[in-house]
RNA sequence: GCCUCGAUGGCGGAAUUGGUAGACGCGCUGGAUUCAAAAUCCAGUUUCUGCAAGGAAGUGCGGGUUCGAUUCCCGCUCGAGGUACCA
């Protein structure tokens, strides 16, 4: 009776899948148990051995489960929205739905094969419109939320309405839009329902915003941050640009503490808690405004002496009071216009004659620096002055447009659009603060009005400023940057933009900059601070200016050395001159008025409140992690549920949903630049009110625009980990039994790479249905496990390169490749070795002379090129098979071999038993390196139940480890031997007699062992102590019963199958799955005498066998009498006697 | 640069609280069985030294704590992964 694994094997496979042997209920009165793996994506290669490796290790944790009497919920579904169908797609034409679909199915052949506990009647497919139905609800619910941060929690958006109509917004705090307007209860009330929706919009936890995003043109679409490597695309390593474009993000940093808080009641591994700590990257510092003083007052250039106006009175005083007559008596056209600009039709903020520095606009947009003149008659003839004022505006930042009279009141539409295209090209800043609340201009000379803004985590180093840097691309640049400096600035600029993300990575050392020419004020010294542009800052993070401190930063500190500027020193007892002092734990403040002496946490405290109040800033905490962008332009996603009206975007109504992927002709972008989902004529959904055709929603027969955008990958993925507990509800994402029931889960394997994508995420829309009472816990992973990755063992022949290229002798050759081993010896030696130089002289006698004369120096005359082999093609003892080889790809077709022995191996009939050995290389397993191993051909050749073992007998689970098929065979012939414990003269056949005390000790052992192990996710040790067990058993040829039977359940979980089969034959009529787990008695390890290490001065010599129960001085007694113990010591005596009884005797001596 | 993890025979790895370093498996060597091969079984296999019994050294490198360190501490080297001027 063999162990014929192949049938075995199927006929359980079978067995599972029509009893349904591991479909879990959703009520029980056992104990629940959750094993969740990271479903796949189903690609077009199928699996390879590094694929299943976390899922085998779950599988047995959750077979280990059933039997030790849990409900064990193991499920098994797809991720089966993405890029590499859609890509087929778009080559072939062939429906990304049909190839995903041909995928999954091999992919489920491969998964049964290996013989897993999944419980398929859970199965879910991100692609599937009955379960992406789900991912479109949760988006409507995060549309309809808004994160309320006095709760702190996400709250239904009729709870902000309430509050906006009663008392208004400005004292709600929320995670929302920082630059969103005040507005009173009255104002609410009073704006359009379209302003209010905009205003609403702000709030959302997903909303839609001009983002930055980083835009992929290889792709065709947007990328998330995680989805980008070294600046290229993760998928195809296509170029990455940043582009502004009208994008769905995701409120993610509403949650950015919340997130960190959960980290320390999970059980996740310290690395990836680490990483996504970092991600999030939280820093606690202050908020601080400096002023930026006028040219005046920093560098006596302004416009008071250009000579456009003179006199020295109070100028200010008398320019306000010209403005206010001006005001009172404006020209038709200006009244004309104004009409027009304070309209809601622009909806942004025009002054009327208004005061910028010295001069009088007719009107200006302070959040767009744009500034309209309208030209009367009186202008006619200062054409020339007009022009030195239009180029001194021009200089602080504005924009000067101008109309004539006739234009505005002849075609007031064309003027209005023009303004309107000039407001789109402005950056909008927040309006400075150059005038009172009565709109007044103050006086001037104090400061521009401008502040800049900058976020620091070092306040308490603030009287170490000595300059200040803005990133190139900050607001305020042009506008600040004085006449003599305009020109260096704006080829600074321009310089920086050239270089590309990566260069500037590849470069940080080099440091570069340049001076606007404009000052700040310190608001604590009231010194003058030179402003300065440098690339090391960075637009995106804080407000994109730092306050430099060179004695505090290191950065700074190189800047100011570069750049010559001052490094005042305010630590005390530091030297600064070779670095800037980091330490902030140990540092004491000083040269630094009211914070001298303080050490770093006393001075935060302080000057967080001495800013505080004086109105300059506040207490902050920042946080890297940014909203996540979720619009994707592709085509194979989730559709939005949202179409637009008036161009404020509406959520479909539930009972719609799913709003199914419509059929597409191209898988393109449309011509004029839309998504994929521009290509729709038809939707398919249609209802008596409401139908969704030609990318339009008509409801009540008016037409509006749908969402062309689909979702990015991670939406499917997010909650998915729900939806298996109830994944047929079609009322429900999950209903409140099945999630009270299973709660969340218990164990979570899958890979590190996830860290900051998937991970995340997850976990930020677990957070958020919590909130809304939908799940009972806020993390959804008590413990997670990340496997390591399978190396692939690479394979290599050497091809022999001979001659120079422009030598007549490489033409009309074959391709020789020559054994590794005479390779070694040739690189080693650096000269021709004997078997080549015979070899070659048989297949090419001319090449022998040749060689001889350039003087057998290899290096000379050849080297040899290593090639991948196929894996495949080499057996377990590294030895190519020749034949397939050749025949494997053309190119190999006349292919000649010298074997390790020198022989020319095509030659001739016989080999004469010399082989081709390849070399070896551990590397990642892929395609392209020809080293990938294919499970289902390891199956066919050892068994699933091999595969399983050796999977797990590779190495510890979370460590990177390479694959060698030929250890196997060891796994396999541990299998067998088992077999054969059960077998007597061929037949199965077990002993009922009683195990003796040696069996039964051997078996305890084996279950002690084996529960602490599987306890610990250990499971190549178990493998291990399974071998032990069967390789002692069989030395006592142990037959019974008693041991066997429940060795077949402890073995159940790493070997499914041939327990399955043992179990049948051991005369049971049901599956082993749920039987209970042997119960270990230490009774029968309970010894009664030691084999005691004698160890001297810590190095084991010998052992002794002593009994347990001796006392310590008999021990010592015992050990000193005996004769090896003298031996060592020749006579000495010990200095000292150690006895740990039970464990270990040293003498040291 | 920073963060994290790791380094043990020819190879994968074991040693769970500081207590016999190298379990288990692969590979290799020798033997049995066989006409032969596969399969199977037995013995050996860290290094150096020795015919052997034995002896000595040894867990990336250099120090330290300890009766005793692969394990703990300090300082390095190398490798893998993450991150990238985060103010």
Same mark, same amino acid.
């Given at each position: 009776?063999?162990?014929?694994?192949?049938?075995i094997?199927?006929?359980?496979?079978?067995?599972?899948?029509e009893?349904?042997? #591991?479909?879990?209920?959703?009520?029980?009165?056992?104990?629940? *148990?959750?094993?969740?793996?990271?479903?796949?994506?189903?690609?077009?290669?199928?699996?390879?051995?590094?694929?299943?490796?976390?899922?085998?290790?779950?599988?047995?944790?959750?077979?280990?489960?059933?039997?030790?009497?849990?409900?064990?919920?193991?499920?098994?579904?797809?991720?089966?929205?993405?890029?590499?169908?859609?890509?087929?797609?778009?080559?072939?034409?062939?429906?990304?739905?049909?190839?995903?679909?041909?995928?999954?199915?091999?992919?489920?052949?491969?998964?049964?094969?290996?013989? %897993?506990?999944?419980?398929?009647?859970?199965?879910?497919?991100?692609?599937?419109?009955?379960?992406?139905?789900?991912t479109?609800?949760?988006?409507?619910?995060?549309?309809?939320?808004?994160?309320?941060?006095?709760t702190?929690?996400?709250?239904?958006?009729?709870?902000?309405?309430?509050?906006?109509?009663?008392?208004?917004?400005?004292?709600?705090?929320?995670?929302?839009?920082?630059?969103?307007?005040? #507005?009173?209860?009255?104002?609410?009330?009073?704006?359009?329902?379209?302003?209010?929706?905009?205003?609403?919009?702000?709030?959302?936890?997903?909303?839609?915003?001009?983002?930055?995003?980083?835009?992929?043109?290889?792709?065709?679409?947007?990328?998330?941050?995680?989805?980008?490597?070294?600046?290229?695309?993760?998928?195809?390593?296509?170029?990455?640009?940043?582009?502004?474009?009208?994008?769905?993000?995701?409120?993610?940093?509403?949650?950015?503490?919340?997130l960190?808080?959960?980290?320390?009641?999970?059980?996740?591994?310290q690395?990836? $808690?680490?990483?996504?700590? *970092?991600w999030?990257?939280?820093?606690?510092?202050?908020?601080?405004?400096?002023?930026?003083?006028?040219?005046?007052?920093?560098?006596?250039?302004?416009?008071?002496?250009?000579?456009?106006?003179?006199?020295?009175?109070?100028?200010?005083?008398?320019?306000?009071?010209?403005?206010?007559?001006?005001?009172?008596?404006?020209?038709?056209?200006?009244? #004309?216009?104004?009409?027009?600009?304070?309209?809601?039709?622009?909806?942004?903020k025009?002054?009327?004659?208004?005061?910028?520095?010295?001069?009088?606009?007719?009107?200006?947009?302070?959040?767009?620096?744009?500034?309209?003149?309208?030209?009367?008659?009186?202008?006619?003839?200062?054409?020339?002055?007009?022009?030195?004022?239009?180029?001194?505006?021009?200089?602080? /930042?504005?924009?000067?447009?101008?109309?004539?009279?006739?234009?505005?009141?002849?075609?007031?539409?064309?003027?209005?659009?023009?303004?309107?295209?000039?407001?789109?090209?402005?950056?909008?800043?927040?309006?400075?603060?150059?005038t009172?609340?009565?709109?007044?201009?103050?006086?001037?000379?104090?400061d521009?009005?401008?502040? +800049?803004?900058?976020?620091?985590?070092?306040?308490?180093?603030? %009287?170490?400023?000595?300059?200040?840097?803005?990133?190139?691309?900050?607001?305020?640049?042009?506008?600040?940057?004085?006449?003599?400096?305009?020109?260096?600035?704006?080829v600074?600029?321009?310089?920086?933009?050239?270089?590309?993300?990566?260069?500037?990575?590849?470069?940080?050392?080099? +440091?570069?900059?340049?001076?606007?020419?404009?000052?700040?004020?310190?608001?604590?010294?009231?010194?003058?601070?030179? =402003?300065?542009?440098?690339?090391?800052?960075?637009?995106?993070?804080?407000?994109?200016?730092?306050?430099?401190v060179?004695?505090?930063?290191?950065?700074?500190?190189?800047?100011?050395?570069?750049?010559d500027?001052?490094?005042?020193?305010?630590?005390?007892?530091?030297?600064?001159?070779?670095?800037? *002092?980091?330490?902030?734990?140990?540092?004491?403040?000083?040269?630094?008025?009211?914070?001298?002496?303080?050490? *770093?946490?006393?001075?935060?405290?302080?000057?967080?409140?001495?800013?505080?109040?004086?109105?300059?800033?506040?207490?902050?905490?920042?946080?890297?992690?940014?909203?996540?962008?979720?619009?994707?332009?592709?085509?194979?996603?989730?559709?939005?549920?949202?179409y637009?009206?008036?161009?404020?975007?509406?959520?479909?109504?539930?009972?719609?949903?799913?709003?199914?992927?419509?059929?597409?002709?191209?898988?393109?972008?449309?011509?004029?630049?839309?998504?994929?989902?521009?290509?729709?004529?038809?939707?398919?959904?249609?209802?008596?009110?409401?139908?969704?055709v030609?990318?339009?929603?008509?409801?009540?027969?008016t037409?509006f625009?749908?969402?062309?955008?689909?979702?990015? /990958?991670?939406?499917?993925?997010?909650?998915?980990?729900?939806?298996?507990?109830d994944?047929?509800?079609?009322?429900?994402?999950?209903?409140?039994?099945?999630?009270?029931?299973?709660?969340?889960?218990?164990?979570?394997?899958?890979?590190?790479?996830?860290?900051?994508?998937?991970?995340?995420?997850?976990?930020?829309?677990?957070?958020?249905?919590?909130?809304?009472?939908?799940?009972?816990?806020?993390?959804?992973?008590?413990?997670?496990?990340?496997?390591?990755?399978?190396?692939?063992?690479?394979?290599?022949?050497?091809?022999?390169?001979?001659?120079?290229q422009?030598?007549? =002798?490489?033409?009309?050759?074959?391709?020789?490749?020559?054994?590794?081993?005479?390779?070694e010896?040739?690189?080693?030696?650096?000269?021709?070795?004997?078997?080549?130089?015979?070899?070659?002289?048989?297949?090419?006698?001319?090449?022998?002379?040749?060689?001889?004369?350039l003087?057998?120096?290899?290096?000379?005359?050849?080297?040899?090129?290593p090639?991948?082999?196929?894996?495949?093609?080499?057996?377990?003892?590294?030895?190519?098979?020749?034949?397939?080889?050749?025949?494997?790809?053309?190119?190999?077709?006349?292919?000649?071999?010298?074997?390790?022995?020198?022989?020319?191996?095509?030659?001739?009939?016989?080999?004469?038993?010399?082989?081709?050995?390849?070399?070896?290389?551990?590397?990642?397993?892929?395609?392209?390196?020809?080293?990938?191993?294919?499970?289902?051909?390891?199956?066919?050749?050892?068994?699933?139940?091999?595969?399983?073992?050796?999977?797990?007998?590779?190495?510890?689970?979370?460590?990177?480890?390479?694959?060698?098929?030929?250890?196997?065979?060891?796994?396999?012939?541990?299998?067998?031997?088992?077999?054969?414990?059960?077998?007597?003269?061929?037949?199965?056949?077990?002993?009922?007699?009683?195990?003796?005390?040696?069996?039964?000790? +051997?078996?305890?052992?084996?279950?002690k062992?084996?529960?602490?192990d599987?306890?610990?996710?250990?499971?190549?040790?178990?493998?291990?102590?399974?071998? =032990?067990?069967?390789?002692?058993?069989?030395?006592?040829?142990?037959?019974?019963?008693?041991?066997?039977?429940?060795?077949?359940?402890?073995?159940?979980?790493?070997?499914?199958?041939?327990?399955?089969?043992?179990? $049948?034959?051991?005369?049971?009529?049901?599956?082993?799955?749920?039987?209970?787990?042997?119960?270990?008695?230490?009774?029968?390890?309970?010894?009664?005498?030691?084999?005691?290490?004698?160890?001297?001065?810590? $190095?084991?010599? #010998?052992?002794?066998?002593?009994?347990?129960?001796?006392?310590?001085?008999?021990?010592?007694?015992?050990?000193?009498?005996?004769?090896?113990?003298?031996?060592?010591?020749?006579?000495?005596?010990?200095?000292?006697?150690?006895?740990?009884?039970?464990?270990?005797?040293?003498?040291?001596?």
């Amino acid at each position: 009776m063999e162990y014929n694994f192949r049938k075995i094997e199927a006929d359980w496979q079978k067995y599972w899948a029509e009893n349904q042997t #591991f479909k879990a209920e959703n009520n029980s009165t056992k104990p629940k *148990y959750y094993v969740l793996d990271m479903f796949p994506y189903p690609s077009g290669a199928g699996l390879h051995v590094g694929h299943p490796l976390g899922y085998i290790a779950s599988d047995i944790y959750a077979r280990y489960k059933r039997h030790k009497g849990f409900n064990v919920l193991h499920p098994q579904g797809y991720d089966s929205f993405g890029l590499p169908a859609e890509q087929y797609a778009i080559q072939t034409g062939q429906h990304p739905a049909i190839t995903t679909e041909e995928n999954i199915k091999t992919y489920r052949k491969q998964l049964d094969q290996i013989g %897993f506990s999944f419980d398929w009647s859970r199965e879910v497919r991100t692609s599937d419109p009955n379960y992406y139905k789900w991912t479109q609800w949760i988006f409507i619910q995060l549309f309809n939320s808004w994160y309320n941060k006095t709760t702190d929690k996400a709250e239904d958006i009729s709870t902000l309405i309430a509050i906006f109509s009663t008392e208004g917004n400005s004292e709600v705090k929320a995670a929302c839009d920082d630059t969103i307007e005040k #507005f009173s209860a009255d104002d609410w009330k009073n704006f359009s329902e379209e302003k209010q929706q905009k205003i609403l919009l702000q709030y959302r936890l997903t909303f839609l915003s001009e983002t930055e995003v980083n835009w992929c043109p290889g792709l065709g679409t947007v990328l998330a941050n995680d989805e980008i490597v070294n600046g290229v695309s993760e998928r195809g390593g296509h170029q990455v640009v940043r582009k502004k474009m009208m994008q769905w993000s995701m409120r993610i940093t509403a949650y950015a503490q919340r997130l960190l808080d959960g980290l320390a009641k999970i059980d996740w591994p310290q690395p990836l $808690k680490d990483s996504q700590t *970092y991600w999030i990257g939280k820093s606690e510092g202050a908020m601080v405004s400096f002023k930026v003083l006028s040219p005046a007052l920093s560098e006596g250039k302004g416009a008071r002496d250009s000579g456009y106006l003179t006199g020295n009175q109070d100028i200010a005083h008398v320019l306000l009071e010209r403005a206010k007559e001006m005001r009172a008596n404006p020209t038709q056209a200006e009244v #004309f216009l104004w009409k027009q600009l304070k309209s809601k039709k622009l909806d942004i903020k025009f002054r009327q004659q208004h005061l910028i520095d010295d001069f009088i606009v007719d009107f200006v947009c302070l959040s767009k620096r744009l500034i309209i003149e309208v030209d009367g008659k009186i202008h006619e003839s200062q054409i020339e002055k007009d022009f030195e004022r239009t180029k001194i505006l021009e200089n602080k /930042g504005y924009k000067v447009i101008r109309f004539t009279n006739e234009e505005v009141i002849g075609n007031i539409d064309k003027v209005v659009s023009k303004i309107i295209e000039e407001l789109e090209k402005r950056p909008t800043l927040s309006e400075g603060k150059g005038t009172n609340e009565n709109n007044e201009v103050l006086p001037l000379g104090k400061d521009l009005g401008w502040e +800049i803004d900058v976020f620091t985590t070092r306040p308490d180093t603030i %009287f170490g400023v000595s300059f200040m840097t803005l990133a190139p691309e900050h607001d305020l640049v042009p506008i600040i940057t004085t006449p003599e400096q305009k020109a260096a600035v704006e080829v600074y600029i321009k310089s920086t933009a050239k270089r590309s993300e990566l260069e500037r990575m590849a470069d940080v050392k080099t +440091i570069t900059g340049v001076f606007t020419g404009a000052y700040a004020l310190h608001p604590f010294s009231g010194k003058k601070i030179p =402003i300065w542009i440098g690339d090391y800052v960075l637009a995106g993070y804080g407000t994109g200016a730092v306050m430099a401190v060179p004695c505090g930063d290191q950065r700074d500190y190189d800047f100011a050395k570069h750049f010559d500027l001052e490094i005042p020193n305010i630590f005390e007892g530091v030297d600064i001159s070779e670095g800037a *002092y980091t330490d902030k734990e140990n540092s004491v403040i000083a040269n630094s008025d009211f914070l001298n002496g303080l050490p *770093y946490k006393k001075a935060m405290k302080r000057i967080i409140h001495e800013i505080e109040q004086r109105g300059c800033g506040y207490g902050k905490v920042n946080y890297r992690l940014r909203d996540a962008v979720f619009s994707r332009q592709r085509y194979w996603g989730e559709p939005f549920p949202v179409y637009y009206k008036n161009g404020l975007p509406q959520m479909i109504d539930l009972k719609y949903l799913p709003i199914v992927l419509p059929e597409v002709e191209k898988y393109l972008p449309t011509e004029d630049g839309k998504p994929p989902l521009g290509n729709a004529t038809v939707w398919a959904w249609d209802t008596e009110k409401s139908s969704v055709v030609s990318n339009q929603l008509i409801d009540h027969k008016t037409i509006f625009p749908l969402e062309l955008n689909t979702m990015p /990958g991670w939406a499917g993925s997010s909650s998915y980990f729900n939806r298996y507990m109830d994944p047929h509800n079609t009322e429900e994402f999950v209903s409140k039994e099945a999630v009270n029931y299973w709660q969340d889960v218990d164990l979570y394997i899958g890979g590190s790479e996830h860290a900051t994508g998937h991970l995340l995420y997850s976990r930020f829309w677990q957070k958020f249905l919590f909130d809304k009472g939908i799940v009972p816990v806020d993390e959804y992973a008590k413990k997670l496990i990340n496997q390591g990755m399978i190396m692939g063992t690479s394979a290599f022949v050497y091809r022999w390169e001979y001659g120079l290229q422009s030598d007549s =002798i490489n033409l009309a050759r074959k391709p020789i490749y020559i054994s590794k081993g005479l390779i070694e010896k040739a690189i080693k030696s650096g000269l021709m070795v004997s078997e080549i130089s015979e070899a070659l002289s048989k297949i090419y006698s001319d090449l022998i002379g040749y060689h001889k004369s350039l003087g057998e120096s290899l290096a000379e005359w050849s080297h040899f090129n290593p090639i991948h082999a196929d894996v495949s093609l080499v057996n377990s003892s590294d030895e190519l098979d020749i034949e397939a080889f050749k025949n494997w790809r053309p190119e190999y077709n006349d292919a000649i071999f010298i074997g390790e022995n020198g022989e020319v191996l095509p030659f001739g009939e016989d080999l004469g038993g010399d082989k081709y050995i390849v070399g070896r290389e551990v590397e990642k397993m892929s395609k392209s390196k020809y080293n990938v191993v294919n499970p289902d051909q390891i199956c066919e050749e050892y068994g699933a139940d091999s595969l399983r073992m050796f999977e797990m007998f590779l190495g510890p689970l979370e460590q990177s480890k390479p694959w060698k098929t030929s250890g196997i065979s060891g796994v396999l012939s541990f299998l067998k031997k088992l077999w054969k414990l059960y077998i007597v003269e061929n037949k199965f056949s077990v002993s009922e007699e009683n195990p003796s005390k040696e069996e039964f000790k +051997i078996l305890h052992k084996t279950i002690k062992k084996v529960e602490e192990d599987i306890d610990n996710f250990s499971f190549n040790t178990s493998v291990s102590t399974f071998m =032990i067990a069967v390789n002692e058993l069989t030395a006592l040829k142990c037959n019974k019963r008693a041991i066997l039977e429940p060795l077949a359940i402890l073995l159940e979980p790493s070997a499914p199958h041939i327990s399955e089969e043992l179990w $049948k034959n051991l005369g049971h009529t049901t599956s082993i799955a749920t039987v209970d787990f042997p119960v270990f008695e230490p009774k029968y390890l309970v010894e009664s005498v030691k084999e005691y290490p004698v160890s001297f001065n810590g $190095k084991m010599r #010998f052992k002794i066998e002593l009994p347990l129960d001796l006392s310590v001085k008999e021990i010592e007694e015992a050990v000193m009498a005996h004769e090896k113990t003298q031996e060592q010591l020749q006579g000495r005596v010990p200095n000292k006697v150690i006895i740990v009884p039970g464990k270990i005797i040293n003498i040291v001596g």
